[in-house]
């Protein structure tokens, strides 16, 4: 639930008890248990089945003077999900929801947060009619981002010939293996698309974690069946020119990938690690596109205080981060 200020929580105490949602008696009773808790009052009401978790954030929406959303059964548009990043969207727990006259449509939790209603709309490039939903309902739809890397996409076009090895049978039926090829081919797209710089395919002892790092953070995405992991890696290995009966050694490769129109090098790094193989995949737009250092989100004193180190005739510009975050692009800028 979104952080509430004094005022909004007096008026929804109020309201609650003027609409007959809760009597004043359980509601007092709750406030004092909350305070000898140490707990949020409201959190503690759905907790206990007072009142439904949808029904209280309505009347949070009421008493805040935002329009509300209950998107607990809705199928939100995949061309309209992307315009979010899957990262950006959980950070904030914020969901785009549909174009209306030139604005974007989006549910959040806290859309009281004027700072993180600002950042929205720089980074979307568009201004936004902001909606207040409930936890459950904005999980409801970041678990359609999840859902998007488990459909069949053919978007991601890999060409590299194959490996000549001795077990030619084995490999035509990996090649030939259309799910195991859809599978690679979608988790590619959709770490491309959502401008990850590594993917990473881990073996657990029952399951195959798959993991993409976007903005330097490192997030699970989905796991598969662990069957899948023998026919997956020698997928990759193959398009790698990689040995595919070699499990016990590290190997290092690459291919190209084409996702709408984008070329993009991979760079393959897999290691035997205990419950199999693990693929590290590092990816490197080819298109070479480049940023201003506004385009990077420096702005103010941060941006005058680069522009006048970089005219001084002498000294060092040190950028440090983790993989992934941005150094280099930062320094190309």
């Known amino acids: 639930m ?14 609650l008890i003027d609409e007959g949602l809760v009597e004043k008696r359980i509601l007092d ?11 949020p009052l409201f959190s503690l009401l759905t907790e206990e089945g007072v009142i439904d978790n949808e029904l209280l954030t309505h009347a949070v929406a009421q008493v805040s003077g935002v329009p509300y ?22 950070r904030f727990m914020a969901v785009p929801l549909a174009e209306v006259q030139n604005r974007l449509a989006v549910a959040m939790i806290d859309a009281n947060n004027v700072q993180a209603v600002d ?3 720089n980074r979307i490039q568009r201004p936004l009619k902001v909606f207040m939903a409930s936890e459950d309902s904005v999980r409801h739809v970041l678990g359609q981002y999840k859902a998007d890397l488990s459909t069949v996409s053919d978007a ?38 959502s401008h990850a710089s590594d993917v990473h395919i881990e073996p657990l002892e029952k399951a195959l974690k798959i993991r993409c790092r976007v903005d330097g953070v490192l997030r699970e995405v989905m796991q598969l069946p662990k069957s899948i992991e023998p026919a997956l890696v ?47 995949i590092r990816l490197l737009d080819k298109t070479g596109n480049s940023f201003d250092l506004e385009d990077m989100g420096y702005a103010g004193r941060a941006l005058r205080s680069i522009r006048k180190g970089i005219k001084r005739p002498n000294g060092m510009i040190l950028t440090s981060g983790p993989t992934g975050s941005g150094k280099s692009t930062s320094l190309y800028a």
């Open 29 to 39: 009773d709750a406030e004092k248990r909350a305070k000898k808790e140490d707990k």
């Open 2 to 15: 979104a952080l509430l200020t004094d005022e909004i929580q007096e008026k929804l105490i109020k309201l």
């Open 156 to 193: 991601a076009q890999v060409s590299q010939e194959e490996a000549a090895i001795e077990s030619a049978t084995e490999i035509k039926t990996i090649v030939q293996d259309s799910p195991i090829s859809r599978a690679l081919s979608t988790i590619l797209e959709y770490a491309v698309k």
């Open 119 to 121: 950042y929205l709309a």
């Open 234 to 280: 020698s997928r990759i290995k193959i398009l790698s020119s990689l040995k595919i009966d070699e499990h016990r050694i590290p190997q290092d490769g690459q291919f190209a990938v084409n996702v709408a129109g984008k070329a993009v090098d991979l760079r393959i790094a897999i290691s035997p690690v205990v419950w199999g193989e693990q693929v590290v």
């Open 69 to 90: 959303v209950n998107l607990s059964n809705s199928f939100i548009d995949q061309n309209i999900l992307s315009l979010l990043p899957a990262e950006v969207a959980e």
